[in-house]
């Protein structure tokens, strides 16, 4: 497949002016920065919503229906709950914590399932007193704790560790036999017997998850094989776990086509009367959010050494998982080529590298650097390390821009403190 050009890593709806510089949502990002600093996340509202209208739309058609179901631990932020919220999605949280912010956003808790392969009796009852539409049941501990808990009847899925091993990195495979997620397939229908005959659990279906960033789409078929063989069930949860496009050299397929793979798979194998769910996460928020950073120094020793005023403190994924990015500077967009240049953060962590290999033109301190197609795990994972604060997450919509989480200051950094 031919390389895909650079702008096909930006938000949709960016742009690039005949001097280069770069607009994300209709604002130009060298004013966002000025206006709320770097490092900053900007994201383009409207990429999210037509991103999340393309997923609904590809499971319409579906004889038996469907739900999209945002996968919010890509992107736990109350603004963009509220964004999908609002375009009908459902909403899967991992954790109390995103249960709260779930909830806080307004989602209603109908549309909420819950997640997690050790869920705690707080986090079960906090579900159980919101009423949320589905508790996705991981382990015969998870039943332990529901049959104490539920007082009054609860829709379950169980969760499916189908054996099926997936192509991406071994820390976001979910589906294979040795993982820590789900009941083995042979467990399975002990499992389902339990559930049938418990008092307040009702189970409507089955869920797998076989892992993130995926290219192809025979594993979700060879899942749903899988969960064929435990039998007829009204309800299949696939997951989520498409890829998105991070290079250009590394396009992810389109969510139509996986999607249409998915219903596919499910109407031959489980018929086409079976509701089908999906739990998009990185496929409906990468590509919506760039990171922008000041250059502070450059250096030129073995390497060209890009050194900016974040890194691992706000995209922990390149030190965790090998996760590759590219890089442009904010006012020269329009030049292609440059210096071969490593891309490096502000820790004290010689793997503090944000972009292992960027080709950028005549890089100096004082440039705006800009890291495409960081909405998924990025915001999630920030943290304090070496005591820096934690970025603001920008709205860009419409050329008007809102910080809907502020960047945190260093009296933040002291607030738990006794």
Not at 189 to 195: G, L, N, V, W
Not at 245 to 253: K, N, S
Request: negative net charge.
């Amino acid at each position: 497949m031919a390389d895909l050009p650079l702008a096909a890593l930006l938000p949709r709806g960016s742009a690039v002016a005949a001097d280069g510089r770069l607009s994300v949502g209709g604002c130009d990002v060298g004013e966002l920065a000025e206006r709320f600093g770097t490092p900053a996340y900007l994201v383009a509202e409207d990429d999210l919503r037509s991103r999340a209208r393309e997923m609904v739309a590809a499971l319409a058609g579906h004889p038996g229906g469907g739900e999209v179901v945002f996968a919010s631990k890509a992107f736990p932020c109350t603004a963009v709950y509220r964004l999908f919220a609002e375009e009908g999605l459902g909403c899967d949280v991992a954790s109390g914590g995103e249960l709260f912010m779930a909830l806080a956003a307004g989602f209603p808790p109908e549309r909420i399932y819950l997640h997690g392969n050790a869920k705690s009796e707080a986090e079960i009852v906090a579900a159980l007193a919101a009423a949320v539409g589905h508790i996705v049941v991981d382990s015969a501990d998870d039943l332990d704790k529901l049959e104490r808990l539920a007082e009054r009847d609860q829709d379950v899925l169980l969760r499916v560790t189908p054996g099926v091993e997936a192509d991406t990195h071994h820390a976001v495979a979910t589906g294979h036999a040795g993982s820590k997620f789900g009941v083995r397939l042979s467990d399975a229908p002990a499992a389902i017997a339990r559930i049938e005959a418990s008092r307040h659990l009702r189970l409507r279906g089955l869920h797998m998850h076989i892992g993130s960033q995926l290219f192809d789409l025979e594993p979700y078929r060879a899942g749903l094989a899988a969960l064929a063989s435990l039998g007829s069930f009204p309800v299949v949860d696939a997951g989520g776990g498409l890829a998105a496009t991070y290079l250009t050299d590394d396009p992810a397929p389109a969510p139509e086509v996986w999607v249409a793979g998915i219903l596919a798979a499910v109407s031959e194998l489980m018929g086409e009367g079976v509701r089908v769910v999906i739990e998009p996460g990185r496929a409906l928020v990468a590509a919506g959010c760039v990171t922008v950073y000041r250059v502070e120094t450059v250096k030129r020793n073995a390497s060209t050494w890009v050194a900016v005023d974040g890194g691992m403190s706000d995209n922990l994924r390149p030190m965790l998982y090998d996760a590759r990015y590219e890089a442009v500077i904010a006012d020269r967009v329009h030049l292609t080529g440059g210096e071969r240049c490593r891309v490096a953060g502000k820790h004290c962590e010689s793997g503090d590298v944000i972009v292992a290999e960027a080709h950028l033109p005549d890089p100096r301190p004082g440039d705006l650097l800009v890291t495409p197609a960081t909405g998924a795990y990025v915001h999630a994972m920030a943290n304090n390390y070496n005591g820096v604060p934690r970025p603001p997450v920008v709205f860009c919509s419409d050329g008007s821009a809102r910080a809907v989480v502020r960047r945190e200051t260093y009296e933040d950094l002291l607030v738990r403190d006794a």
